[in-house]
């Protein structure tokens, strides 16, 4: 077995562990945790790529930052969803995530549905948490996502397990029909990391 694969097929519970271990490694991470936390933010997740390439790049021994376009942040406010509104946080947290090595993508999900069938085509749900977006992800692989919680811990939300990331395949989810999307993130994410396996949209 290769090496970058020594979580593949472990237990979920170490696989979270593995997962929460690396994040704590990386001071950029901790440091948009912590963040998010000071902004207040209501239900705030950081998400995606900033937590799944960062484990790809720990275990195959790549500089952290490798690939990593931004992070994303979310949270979810349903009371205001008005764009002004979401601006107005994204003004603040430019502030605070001033300073960082890499961009800070943020955004309400409870506005997702509003703008996401004319900006792809594909019609949304409307959301009623932060973690729910992870249910459409256009990759299972993607769906996971990160918190420091009050007590200090960090807690992991990944809707359809760590194995796909632990065993470097780019898998699917047939959710919406987001294939457009899944290949071109899969084309994208080998070209980085050529260790990964792309598993292609099925055929309908």
Known sequence: MHDHLRYADASPDRQRAALVEIVRAQPHLMAILEGMNALGLPDPLLASGAVYNTVWNTLT???????????????????????????AV???AAAQFAGLPLPVE?????????WFPEKFGVAYPELKNSA??????????HAVAVRLEPDGEISVHAPFGLDDIFGFRVTPNLAIDNSATHAKKAARAASVWPELTIVPWPDR
């Open 90 to 92: 994204i003004r603040r």
């Open 106 to 114: 943020l955004r309400n999900q409870a506005r997702v549905h509003l």
């Open 132 to 141: 729910e977006m992870m249910l459409y992800f256009a990759s299972r692989t």
């Open 61 to 87: 021994n790549r500089p952290a930052l490798t690939g990593i376009k931004d992070a994303d942040v979310v949270y979810f406010d349903a009371a205001d969803r008005s764009y002004e509104a979401e601006d």
